[in-house]
């Protein structure tokens, strides 16, 4: 009985592996190769840490078969680690991404298979869903995910990139080791497919941007008192012709509160600069020389930064 049970796993997996592998490419951005997977006819998408390539470069995509070809970099969200390669005039099958709502059928405690090509045969690594939020998450890098997803997976060479499959065959996230360091984390299918349609459209992703480097620090007493909060975040740097900069911020002031809501840590304020914030005019509480002022500031659009 127990031996029907493990061949007829055995036996799935393998299917599995047969079904979405071909859909799994070699992605060489860099020194290391990683992986990828189509997401539609001639749309690779991969880890955007795994593309050192500048928009205009090209990379190199490895297939099932063996060959190697040519791919261009559509964009890249640093925000989701996403990136979009097109490969031209290649009947490379789009793997079955799951639709729907964001949440779909996965659950803490499934297994999953990763399906990765680090070299021209396909590898599949099991594991189980070890976290799953219950919301949307911001990465440290201010990325909109729509769950956070984080399995046991190993992290072996070319998993980041590469696909994770549920019990039924379906492309349920992309794995990546560039959301947080040294964790197999995943970007699930729903986050993928929005983050890409913005790349195909715009070639980048809108992300507000204030021009502004800031450190965690406590406030005086009194101000503290007065604004019901500990800690604000202090002004370390102003980039030039920013839209900090245009709105009069200087080095050493302390920003205490983003259209009324308080900055006790850097994170709070990345999670406000998303993409539906760009060009909104905001109005800043900020402490300078031991005084509560009122700042307003329009954010604007942070740009992709260049890799190469």
Do not use: C
């Not at 039924?168 to 890409?196: D, H, K, Y």
């Not at 200087?250 to 406000?272: C, K, Q, S, T």
């Amino acid at each position: 009985m127990a031996t029907d049970a493990m061949q007829g796993l055995s036996g799935a997996l393998a299917e599995l592996t047969a079904r979405v592998g071909p859909s799994v490419v070699r992605v060489e951005g860099r020194r290391r190769p990683s992986s990828g997977v189509a997401l539609a006819a001639g749309v690779v998408v991969t880890a955007s840490h795994t593309v050192e390539a500048e928009d205009d470069a090209e990379v190199e995509v490895g297939l099932q078969d063996g060959r190697s070809v040519k791919a261009q970099l559509i964009g890249r969200d640093e925000g989701t680690d996403l990136a979009a390669l097109r490969v031209e005039g290649l009947d490379l099958v789009p793997a079955p991404w799951l639709g729907g709502d964001a949440a779909g059928p996965v659950r803490v405690g499934n297994l999953v298979l990763a399906i990765s090509r680090p070299g021209k045969s396909a590898r599949a690594s099991l594991g189980v869903v070890s976290a799953l939020s219950e919301s949307e998450w911001r990465s440290p890098a201010g990325g909109r995910i729509d769950r956070y997803l984080e399995t046991d997976l190993a992290l072996r060479p070319g998993f980041s990139g590469s696909a994770l499959v549920d019990s039924l065959g379906r492309v349920v996230a992309l794995n990546t080791t560039g959301l947080l360091r040294g964790t197999a984390s995943a970007i699930p299918a729903a986050t993928v497919q929005r983050v890409v349609q913005q790349l195909l459209a715009h070639g980048s992703v809108a992300r507000g941007y204030l021009g502004i480097s800031t450190l965690p620090a406590r406030l005086p007493e009194a101000i503290a008192k007065e604004l019901g909060q500990p800690a604000a975040l202090l002004v370390s740097a102003v980039d030039p012709g920013s839209p900090a900069s245009r709105a009069g911020l200087i080095f050493g002031d302390a920003v205490a509160a983003f259209d009324g809501r308080a900055l006790a840590h850097p994170g709070a304020l990345l999670e406000l600069l998303d993409d539906q914030s760009v060009g909104k005019t905001v109005q800043l509480k900020i402490v300078r020389a031991g005084e509560l002022r009122a700042l307003a500031l329009t954010i604007g659009k942070r740009e992709p930064r260049a890799h190469g």
